[in-house]
DNA sequence: GCTTTGTTCCTTTTT
DNA sequence: GGAACAAAGC
């Protein structure tokens, strides 16, 4: 059993067989990560710590469940106790279990953005408050990144630092939708994403006998992709290891890509200065990739000052040059990519499944889907809308949903007049008022209409509360969530809805329906699943990840993601697409951050998902949000030595050798391409509107603006702006200054842009050049 | 109350 | 390209 440890390099032995100890792993890319945390948890339990005493946080639930498979082959089914799987999963786990402390019931529901974005435009309607200025979108991250920081509503309310902050962004009342945010989702027993994390501190906080319990539990806690954690995950771990000092954490600075989500690199320093007692590891050598793109990826992360000393290296085959091509549109890039997929794989005698298409984002993969079903070639899309996305999906998991917890307010919202009922908006209104006026829960009015309301509403509400009812009996006998599930399905209406509509997009529904009822059924059939009731499953299903989507049985597809979907995994040959500036990287990060660390990390973590060959694309001109750009090359491309790039680019597919150009029906254009819209594919979920938008004519593309900022713009220090100073701004061009008026520890400035008017900009934002 | 049609706004990444 | 909303007609 023993043997395994002599596969190890000198590092990984040291870490694998590390025992007790606070024990930091500094792994670079592709330096043998998951083999280290797989034998240290397998080595651990060969000197005799059981299984459930030890907690592993991993990165999705399928890498919680590979390792599991992997312990299981070296140490045997004793594995199958090991508490594994996500924060927010296992976490989850914890609150159903001790929640009652918080006031939770086991069967609260886990809010999804969705839901909690819903709950947010209700609550600023509900306040009279401008929707126009109070995005939701934009007051969910705040109170996220609030709670990420341990911060409370009633925190957020005391400190005039979030007021004032709020205030300059015009967004005074964000405290107080965070407070009724709050409140809302308490009565109706469900927790967001964040307050699952959370509720966890508070709970650890206030009730120190469950904490002793599962400190004294977990005597060995490890935490994979470290650098992508933030406070809470940290002050939780940190927590749940004091008494043992047994926490180990596996992370790589240089692919931190997740601070958006308020990932800290920060714990990676506050780590030593917890415990000074701390051992580090460091695992440089990659074993992933060929030198030239160890290299390469090397070369170009040196351009961020934020970092670890760290020397990774390849002992590999030296490798071909990184190639980089450029294509006239986006639709060309996939044509281009598919081609050379479709060639390589001949040449070379590859697989689909060694290949690996990664994007910024995901809008981005439309025109591979198109160029590859053209070429016949499987693929597979990670991400992006995902299947409980869905509407007929959310649709009934929003029945099953109130079946479990009455309170859930989003789900009875989804299905009050679904199928319809006869209940309209105004009904609905009625039965809230209600409900607030007489300090009643919305069920309670529900439950006993006739009491409250009067009208011709009363009868199908009645109908609606029996049908939930009788629901409710069948979960009182403990049917499994598979039996709910269809149960509910046939007797609400849904199913039978789908199936009379016989058009390709009721059918697919019908068909999506079926589907999620089968992978009901795998649930309940799954025998690792001890608990298989429906409120389990609900808890299950809102905390998968994207990785964790099921497959059909056949692996051997190429991979589309976003390079954030790409952590973790490797192949052959990847393809970094989209290399233009505004996109990768991106707008956002762009206009309002003055570093590109982040991007330049996630860059990082695109090159090094390759192993023998990398391709980078850009496109000319693409398509976005239906409207023509112009593009130029990622500044990123250019940072990466020269010497590590093939310098030819190809332009278009005209000089390729393409003797398997199945495109050939439409050759690309010898002149510029007269830009035209892609075809609709011919597909089920193709809407009336999208239709219609396809027939549209083509928009022109914008005249440039006025004034287009050159692209090393940097912006002066705006500490002393006074009125009467001119500026330049990227976007708006030039512009004098009206006033600048301080306002808490931020000021703004009002500035009349000759080309724009007048516009307040918030100083610590605005990226202004004063001018001479 | 329901359905259709038109309009506007938002556009990063994810649990 | 799409979600969410408003308006208008049934």
Same mark, same amino acid.
């Given at each position: 059993?023993?043997?395994?440890?002599?596969?190890?390099? &000198?590092?990984?032995?040291?870490?694998?067989?590390?025992?007790?100890?606070?024990?930091?792993?500094?792994?670079?890319?592709? +330096?043998?990560?998951?083999?280290?945390?797989?034998?240290?948890?397998?080595?651990?339990?060969?000197?005799?710590?059981?299984?459930?005493?030890?907690?592993?946080?991993?990165?999705?639930?399928?890498?919680?469940?590979?390792?599991? =498979?992997?312990?299981?082959?070296?140490?045997? $089914?004793?594995?199958?106790?090991?508490?594994?799987?996500?924060?927010?999963?296992?976490?989850?786990?914890?609150?159903?279990?001790?929640?009652?402390?918080?006031?939770?019931?086991?069967?609260?529901?886990?809010?999804?953005?969705?839901? +909690?974005? $819903?709950?947010?435009?209700?609550?600023?309607?509900?306040?009279?408050?401008?929707?126009?200025? !109070?995005?939701?979108?934009?007051?969910?991250?705040?109170?996220?990144?609030?709670?990420?920081?341990?911060?409370?509503?009633?925190? !957020?309310?005391?400190?005039?630092?979030?007021? @004032?902050?709020?205030?300059?962004?015009?967004?005074?009342?964000?405290?107080?939708?965070?407070?009724?945010?709050?409140?809302?989702?308490? $009565?109706?027993?469900?927790?967001?994403?964040?307050?699952?994390?959370?509720?966890?501190?508070?709970?650890?906080?206030?009730?120190?006998?469950?904490?002793? %319990?599962?400190?004294?539990?977990?005597?060995?806690? /490890?935490?994979?992709?470290?650098?992508?954690?933030?406070?809470?995950? !940290?002050?939780?771990?940190?927590?749940?290891?004091?008494?043992?000092?047994?926490?180990?954490?596996?992370?790589?600075?240089?692919?931190?890509?997740?601070?958006?989500?308020?990932?800290?690199?920060?714990?990676?320093?506050?780590?030593?200065?917890?415990?000074?007692?701390?051992?580090?590891?460091?695992?440089?050598?990659?074993?992933? +990739?060929?030198?030239?793109?160890?290299?390469?990826?090397? $070369?170009?992360?040196?351009?961020?000052?934020?970092?670890?000393?760290?020397?990774?290296?390849?002992?590999?085959?030296?490798?071909?040059?990184?190639?980089?091509?450029?294509? =006239?549109?986006?639709?060309? &890039?996939?044509?281009?990519?598919?081609?050379?997929?479709?060639? #390589? %794989?001949?040449?070379?005698?590859?697989?689909?499944?060694?290949?690996?298409?990664?994007?910024?984002?995901?809008?981005?993969?439309?025109?591979?889907?198109?160029?590859?079903?053209?070429?016949?070639?499987?693929?597979?899309?990670?991400?992006?809308?995902?299947?409980?996305?869905?509407?007929?999906?959310?649709?009934?998991?929003?029945?099953?949903?109130?079946?479990?917890?009455?309170?859930?307010?989003?789900?009875?919202?989804?299905?009050?007049?679904?199928?319809?009922?006869?209940?309209?908006?105004?009904?609905?209104?009625?039965?809230?008022?209600?409900?607030?006026?007489?300090?009643?829960?919305?069920?309670?009015?529900?439950?006993?209409? =006739?009491?409250?309301?009067?009208?011709?509403?009363?009868?199908?509400?009645?109908?609606?509360?029996?049908?939930?009812?009788?629901? /409710?009996?069948?979960?009182?006998?403990?049917?499994?969530?598979?039996?709910?599930?269809?149960?509910?399905?046939?007797?609400?209406?849904?199913?039978?809805?789908?199936?009379?509509?016989?058009?390709?997009?009721?059918?697919?529904?019908?068909?999506?329906?079926?589907?999620?009822?089968?992978?009901?059924?795998?649930?309940?059939?799954?025998?690792?699943?001890?608990?298989?009731?429906?409120? #389990?499953?609900?808890?299950?299903?809102?905390?998968?990840?994207?990785?964790?989507?099921?497959?059909?049985?056949?692996?051997?597809?190429?991979?589309?993601?976003?390079?954030?979907?790409?952590?973790?995994?490797?192949?052959?040959?990847?393809?970094?697409?989209?290399?233009?500036?505004?996109?990768?990287?991106?707008?956002?990060?762009?206009?309002?951050?003055?570093?590109?660390?982040?991007?330049?990390?996630?860059?990082?973590?695109?090159?090094?998902?390759?192993?023998?060959?990398?391709?980078?694309?850009?496109?000319?001109?693409? !398509?976005?949000?239906?409207?023509?750009?112009?593009?130029? %090359? +990622?500044?990123?491309?250019?940072?990466?030595?020269?010497?590590?790039?093939?310098?030819?680019?190809?332009?278009?597919?005209?000089?390729?050798?393409?003797?398997?150009?199945?495109?050939?029906?439409?050759?690309?254009?010898?002149?510029?391409?007269?830009?035209?819209?892609?075809?609709?594919?011919?597909?089920? @979920?193709?809407?009336?509107?999208?239709?219609?938008?396809?027939?549209?004519?083509?928009?022109?593309?914008?005249?440039?603006?006025?004034?287009?900022?050159?692209?090393?713009?940097?912006?002066?220090? #705006?500490?002393?702006?006074?009125?009467?100073?001119?500026?330049? =701004?990227?976007?708006?061009?030039?512009?004098?200054?009206?006033?600048?008026?301080?306002?808490?520890?931020?000021?703004?400035?009002?500035?009349?842009?000759?080309?724009?008017?007048?516009?307040?900009?918030?100083?610590?934002?605005?990226?202004?050049?004063?001018?001479?």
């Amino acid at each position: 059993m023993k043997d395994y440890l002599a596969e190890l390099n &000198e590092p990984q032995y040291q870490a694998v067989t590390h025992e007790n100890g606070p024990l930091m792993i500094i792994a670079g890319a592709g +330096s043998g990560k998951t083999r280290v945390l797989t034998y240290r948890i397998a080595h651990l339990m060969g000197q005799g710590v059981d299984a459930f005493n030890i907690l592993s946080l991993t990165f999705t639930n399928k890498a919680a469940g590979e390792m599991r =498979h992997r312990i299981e082959k070296i140490i045997g $089914s004793e594995a199958r106790n090991l508490w594994m799987g996500t924060f927010h999963s296992v976490f989850a786990k914890i609150l159903r279990i001790e929640g009652g402390r918080l006031g939770y019931t086991p069967n609260f529901t886990i809010y999804d953005s969705d839901d +909690s974005k $819903s709950l947010i435009r209700t609550i600023v309607k509900e306040m009279k408050l401008d929707d126009k200025t !109070y995005k939701p979108n934009f007051i969910l991250n705040r109170i996220s990144g609030a709670k990420n920081n341990l911060i409370s509503w009633q925190a !957020y309310l005391e400190n005039p630092i979030f007021g @004032g902050e709020d205030a300059a962004a015009q967004m005074p009342e964000i405290g107080r939708i965070y407070r009724t945010y709050s409140m809302r989702c308490f $009565s109706a027993n469900a927790m967001d994403f964040d307050d699952l994390l959370f509720n966890t501190n508070i709970l650890f906080r206030d009730h120190l006998d469950v904490l002793n %319990k599962y400190q004294h539990k977990f005597k060995h806690v /490890m935490v994979d992709e470290f650098q992508d954690t933030n406070i809470s995950q !940290y002050l939780i771990t940190r927590k749940l290891s004091a008494v043992h000092q047994n926490i180990c954490v596996v992370g790589d600075d240089a692919q931190s890509i997740y601070a958006f989500r308020g990932a800290n690199i920060q714990n990676i320093l506050n780590f030593k200065k917890d415990y000074p007692e701390l051992k580090v590891v460091k695992l440089e050598q990659n074993y992933r +990739s060929t030198k030239m793109i160890v290299d390469a990826a090397n $070369s170009l992360i040196k351009k961020n000052k934020n970092q670890f000393e760290k020397n990774t290296f390849s002992d590999n085959e030296e490798g071909d040059k990184i190639e980089v091509i450029k294509a =006239h549109s986006d639709n060309e &890039e996939g044509r281009i990519i598919a081609n050379n997929i479709f060639e #390589t %794989k001949l040449n070379q005698n590859l697989k689909n499944q060694d290949f690996a298409i990664l994007y910024r984002t995901n809008a981005q993969s439309r025109a591979f889907e198109e160029a590859l079903r053209k070429l016949n070639i499987k693929y597979r899309i990670i991400g992006g809308l995902s299947f409980y996305q869905r509407k007929e999906i959310k649709d009934l998991i929003a029945y099953l949903r109130f079946t479990v917890n009455q309170q859930d307010e989003e789900a009875f919202k989804r299905i009050i007049n679904l199928p319809k009922r006869g209940i309209g908006d105004t009904t609905v209104a009625k039965i809230i008022v209600t409900a607030n006026e007489n300090n009643l829960s919305i069920w309670d009015v529900v439950g006993d209409i =006739h009491k409250y309301m009067e009208g011709r509403a009363t009868n199908a509400i009645d109908t609606f509360a029996t049908l939930i009812k009788s629901y /409710m009996i069948l979960l009182e006998e403990d049917k499994d969530a598979h039996t709910m599930a269809m149960h509910i399905a046939k007797t609400s209406g849904l199913l039978h809805e789908l199936y009379v509509d016989k058009t390709v997009e009721g059918m697919a529904r019908h068909e999506n329906v079926q589907e999620l009822l089968n992978s009901v059924k795998q649930f309940v059939d799954n025998p690792e699943n001890e608990d298989v009731s429906l409120g #389990t499953f609900l808890q299950t299903v809102s905390l998968l990840t994207n990785a964790d989507q099921d497959e059909d049985g056949d692996p051997d597809k190429v991979t589309m993601m976003t390079i954030h979907g790409a952590k973790g995994l490797e192949f052959n040959h990847v393809f970094v697409v989209g290399m233009e500036e505004n996109l990768f990287p991106s707008q956002m990060m762009l206009k309002n951050r003055d570093d590109l660390e982040e991007e330049r990390r996630l860059f990082y973590v695109a090159i090094t998902r390759a192993e023998k060959k990398l391709t980078l694309s850009y496109a000319e001109q693409r !398509y976005n949000w239906g409207k023509l750009t112009f593009c130029e %090359k +990622s500044r990123f491309i250019d940072e990466i030595d020269a010497k590590f790039l093939k310098s030819d680019e190809r332009v278009g597919i005209t000089t390729a050798s393409t003797s398997y150009d199945l495109t050939s029906r439409n050759p690309p254009p010898q002149v510029k391409p007269a830009f035209k819209k892609p075809e609709i594919p011919v597909r089920p @979920g193709n809407t009336r509107s999208q239709v219609i938008s396809h027939l549209k004519p083509v928009n022109q593309a914008k005249p440039a603006p006025a004034h287009v900022a050159t692209q090393d713009f940097k912006p002066s220090d #705006t500490s002393n702006l006074k009125a009467g100073d001119k500026v330049e =701004h990227p976007k708006f061009g030039f512009g004098d200054v009206k006033k600048v008026e301080a306002q808490g520890n931020t000021s703004k400035a009002i500035i009349h842009f000759k080309s724009e008017g007048e516009k307040t900009l918030l100083l610590s934002f605005a990226k202004l050049r004063i001018v001479e």
